[in-house]
């Protein structure tokens, strides 16, 4: 199984500061990489794939970066909207998803 | 815009099988060249995989699940299904069902209890 390794656990920001989230995997998982956002009570929403390509109808102060084993999502302005759970999730080999990272307002 | 609704039991006994159904609306099970998910998040924590079905009927199942786990699906009734057998309290989660990465059902809360 590959594990997927999320830090930090809670990050805090100022709204319109940077976010920079990071993501590890226990093996290669090339760019089969995935981000999302979920916020209390909903479901899970794709923000990014291909480890770097933003989904239908996402902002691009969302951006993805990273192969192999690293990944990086970073948010360049945080919105009030933004603040939530992000998780990332490799599907290189099924799905296995990091513990998440909860961006709280600072 | 295809929408997926995932309906079944809120509350199981412990040893019994747990069994829900995802329904597809706004498009066919069949077009496209998609899977179909469920994936499970205990309350405040994170989200596990649980499996996958093609509409060739071709499965994935997550090894520590696979013993317990079976997705079926109904073409002709646009839904897919899942059954998850002699459950236990660690088995309670919002469970979801999927289309690919893109679009997520609202998520059933299934409480395993006696």
């Known amino acids: 199984e590959i594990v997927m390794t999320q830090s930090p656990a809670t990050l805090s920001v100022s709204p319109g500061e940077r976010a920079t989230l990071s993501c590890r995997a226990s093996?290669?998982?090339?760019?089969?990489l995935a981000w999302y956002q979920q916020k209390p009570g909903q479901a899970p929403r794709l923000l990014i794939y291909?480890?770097?390509t933003r989904a239908t109808g996402i902002p691009a102060r969302f951006s993805g970066s990273g192969s192999g084993t690293e990944f990086t999502l970073t948010i360049s302005s945080l919105q009030s909207e933004d603040f939530a759970v992000y998780y990332c999730q490799q599907y290189n080999n099924w799905w296995t998803f990091g513990q998440g990272t909860k961006v709280e307002i600072k | 815009q295809v929408q997926l609704q995932e309906s079944g039991p809120g509350l199981v006994k412990p040893s019994q099988t747990l069994s829900l159904t995802c329904t597809v609306s706004g498009g066919s099970i069949s077009s496209g060249s998609y899977y179909w998910s469920w994936i499970r998040q205990p309350a405040g924590k994170g989200l596990e995989w649980i499996g996958r079905?093609?509409?060739?009927?071709?499965?994935n199942y997550n090894p520590s699940l696979k013993s317990r786990v079976t997705i079926s699906v109904d073409t002709s009734k646009n839904q897919f299904s899942l059954k998850l057998s002699s459950v236990t309290a660690a088995d309670t989660a919002v469970y979801y069902c999927?289309?690919?990465?893109?679009?997520w059902g609202q998520g059933t809360l299934v409480t395993v209890s006696s």
């Open positions: 093996q290669s998982v090339s760019s089969n």
């Open positions: 999927a289309r690919s990465m893109v679009t």
């Open positions: 291909g480890a770097s």
């Open positions: 079905i093609y509409t060739s009927g071709s499965t």
